[in-house]
């Protein structure tokens, strides 16, 4: 990194600089490094430094946010353009020198607007869903169906920029105070490799999942974020392994994927040891701006939690039931079944679709089998966690054997329309429609007032659903 020369001939951007290659880079790479190879040679800046600096001389991420924190007020006190030019600069040095304004009150200050806080679950009201603005078949396709649930429930469907990444849930986590969460970590500098993130639970159930999002998309997400809104943190966190809750009496709230707490450990080069283990746990709750006790972390039998659980009203969270859906479809099979009979003799081509449809399902009955015997441990201890957390455990019957399985009903938005008034629930079409009328009834018996399914077939495949793909507003 060089040093900001000629400070009258060049800008400063909220989150950016510019050095003296004449390149601009981005503040999250300043995490780590020395402040001694930011200093300029303008007085204002190095004061600015020196006053975030904890007295250790490198960049923490707490003291990006502090430093942040004092750009946006210098661009609030002019014209608020997200640029700072030598002018501001200038004024902004006059009044400190006037005594009118001190940057040790400024960082003291709580300069932030509350905001209400936010869940994912049923008791919020959606304005807006946001898609990538790839062009891309299936985010137009979806798009196109959003649109249509939105004229009746009430919100509109827009565009957002995302780099190259069509999975904009996984790259941002809104914190309890409003401010989307940005890991350092989605500096390219950062890290060159995707670590393990292996982590083992408190009964010695192993953790299956896999992340890395971040690091290869997060930071044509950061740099798209309004300054004001952004808030860096250390933790290793993608938003899928993040549900953002509230607790019966409204509290805020979180339900947080253990292997995150594996893949901090890995980043920051920690043993997991017991009391790393609780430190992260405390620097994840306070990068989401919760309180400890706030944040539930419950095991992952795969992949990312919100591929397999989910909010539903305040103090309610939705789990898997493989047995049950295990049981929907041998029903299932049996009416396909009792279709072949009763066809003998007839269309020989329709016989011989519903023979493959049985051949089909009668694997992933197997397959589902496998999968609710090996993870039945694992998952009565997220269920218990959850209970011990403050949540309401509501079932509901559970098809899916893999992260790429194409039917998946709990990856999904849910809310409460202010147009209508109803809850609803917007989750994935299944490669098995006859599954769709029976999970609609199970989620209505969890109070869900209208489900909405859309064709995400291409998205489920590369593990992701609708909710994936969107962020809400």
Known sequence: MGAISDINQKFIKLFSYTNKDGKVSDINSFYGQKWENMKTDNKTLNSIFNAVDNGDGVVQAEELNILNKVLNYIDNLFNKNEIIDSKEIQEFQKQIDDGKISIDKIIKEDSSTPK??????????????????????????VENELK????????????????????????????????IYVPYHSSPQEIKAIPEGAFTSARGNENITGQGVLLENGYAFDIK???????YGTSYLEGGNVLNTKLKDGTPAAVVGESSIGMTLDVLGLEKTPENIDMVKKQIAKDLGLDAEQVTFIPQHEFHIDMNYRPLHNGEFAVPDYEQGIAILK????????????????????????????????QKIEKLQQVSENTKAIRQEANDYLIDGGYKVVKIPCFTTNAGDTTNFMNGIGGTS????????????????????????????????????????????????????????
């Open 116 to 141: 209400i806080s936010w869940s994912e679950g049923l008791d919020r009201n959606i304005t807006t869903i946001q898609l990538s603005d790839q062009s891309d078949g299936l985010i137009q396709r």
């Open 418 to 473: 202010e147009k209508t008034g109803q809850t609803f629930f917007i989750t994935n079409k299944s490669e098995y429609p006859e599954l769709q009328n029976i999970i609609e009834q199970s989620l209505r018996q969890a109070g869900i007032d209208k489900v909405y399914f859309v064709s995400t077939k291409e998205a489920l495949s590369a593990r992701g659903g609708i909710d994936c793909l969107t962020q809400e507003k």
């Open 331 to 362: 029903d299932l099979r049996n009416d396909i079944s009792k279709s072949v009979e009763e066809q003998k003799g007839e269309n020989s081509q329709q016989i011989n679709a519903l023979k493959i449809k049985l051949h089909k399902l009668n």
């Open 225 to 231: 974020i309004n300054s004001e809104d952004k808030y």
């Open 148 to 179: 249509v649930i939105g004229q009746e429930q009430g919100f509109t469907v827009e565009r957002v920029s995302s780099g190259e990444n069509i999975w904009i849930e996984d790259t941002s986590i809104r914190r309890a105070d409003g401010k």
